[in-house]
């Protein structure tokens, strides 16, 4: 049970350059999340999806889509990267009601030039 | 929309207990969320408080009040690991959707 996984890790990317970041949980969750992290910050939510086959904006959508492929997976494109998009992204998913928990994947830490 | 406010840094000596507060101002409301977050981690997640009053879970407790819309998040018998950030967040829906809204957290030093 691997919980939420992300990849890459860490990426590199030049201004204009696109990429896409990937989440998967293995633990049945309805709901998952992308959010950033800028240095000193809280967590700043960009998209999420309730359920598969449903994607909504967030407080940070701007430059960013998104794809809920299955129930499993969730991706963030950055389609022309910008180096205001320099951040850590965290995935997350969600358990709930009744416990209402997130967990968070280990992070992609992304450095746009 | 919302906002949080909470202390950016407090620090408190091992063993001691440390509370770190948090005041909001919110829309649709459901809920207080507490999350801890090392240095190059990832957030994990504490406590929630769906309803007033306290939630004890081991050495970590917190507590609601909806009417002054304040929580707080009490650390007893502190321990060096626990230096960390601490983040609440508030829970609000969209439709069917569970939303965070995080503060910007508290970074919490433990010394000896």
């Known amino acids: 049970n691997a919980g939420v996984t992300q990849t890459p890790k860490f990426q590199v990317l030049k201004t204009g350059q696109s990429m896409t970041l990937q989440c998967a949980q293995d633990m049945n969750h309805n709901s998952m999340y992308w959010y950033r992290q800028d240095p000193g910050m809280g967590l700043r939510l960009i998209y999420y999806?309730?359920?598969?086959?449903?994607?909504d904006k967030g407080e940070v959508p701007n430059g960013y889509n998104v794809s809920r492929l299955n129930k499993r997976e969730f991706s963030l494109r950055l389609e022309s990267a910008a180096p205001s998009q320099t951040s850590v992204y965290f995935c997350?998913?969600?358990?709930?009601?009744?416990?209402?928990?997130?967990?968070f994947g280990p992070g992609t830490r992304l450095l746009v030039l | 929309g919302q906002s949080l406010e909470q202390p950016s840094e407090v620090t408190a000596v091992e063993g001691a207990i440390v509370q770190i507060n948090c005041t909001y101002q919110?829309?649709?409301?459901?809920?207080l969320s507490w999350y801890q977050q090392h240095d190059g981690g990832a957030p994990t997640f504490l406590s929630y408080n769906g309803l007033d009053g306290l939630e004890e879970t081991g050495r970590f407790s917190s507590f609601l009040s909806r009417s002054d819309s304040y929580g707080y998040l009490l650390l007893q018998e502190l321990q060096m690991k626990d230096s960390a950030s601490y983040f609440c967040a508030v829970r609000s829906m969209a439709g069917t959707a569970s939303k965070l809204t995080f503060g910007t957290g508290t970074r919490l030093q433990v010394t000896l």
């Open positions: 997350a998913s969600r358990t709930g009601p009744l416990r209402e928990t997130q967990y």
């Open positions: 999806s309730a359920s598969e086959g449903t994607t």
């Open positions: 919110t829309s649709g409301f459901y809920g």
